[in-house]
């Protein structure tokens, strides 16, 4: 996992923000939810402590996706960016592909497998 701080944003630039510490996990994640907020297969995030987050411009506008849980977007771009959940109280969760580099981050597990659609994940038997 990269240990350089993390910046990231939005499509149209309206949500910019940074971090100050490596990320506490990277993953995939495979619930029907993820899917539903994203328009993807799966979502992979990267989880950062939010007292290691800065927003440099405005931050999110937030949609209460289901009890105990909100999820970031841009008002501007329409851009799903963020989640944050009672589940993990203190932290926010980036879709990777808001970092200006996701590359540097690499995924180390996949998560709620059991949603995972058929071809998105080497099941076992």
């Given at each position: ?30 619930c ?32 209460a ?61």
């Open positions: 996992m990269a240990d350089k701080n993390a910046k990231g944003g939005c499509q149209c630039g309206a949500v910019r923000f940074e971090t100050s510490s490596a990320p506490k996990f990277v993953c995939n994640c495979h029907r939810s993820c899917r539903k907020a994203t328009g993807g297969a799966f979502s992979t995030w990267v989880g950062f402590a939010d007292k290691n987050i800065r927003w440099l411009t405005k931050k999110p506008s937030y949609h996706s289901s009890k105990g849980v909100r999820r970031g977007f841009c008002a501007e771009c329409g851009t799903p960016l963020t989640y944050a959940g009672e589940k993990w109280a203190g932290e926010t969760h980036f879709l990777i592909g808001v970092l200006d580099d996701p590359s540097a981050f690499t995924p180390r597990k996949n998560v709620f497998t059991e949603d995972a659609l058929d071809w998105a994940i080497h099941k076992e038997e």
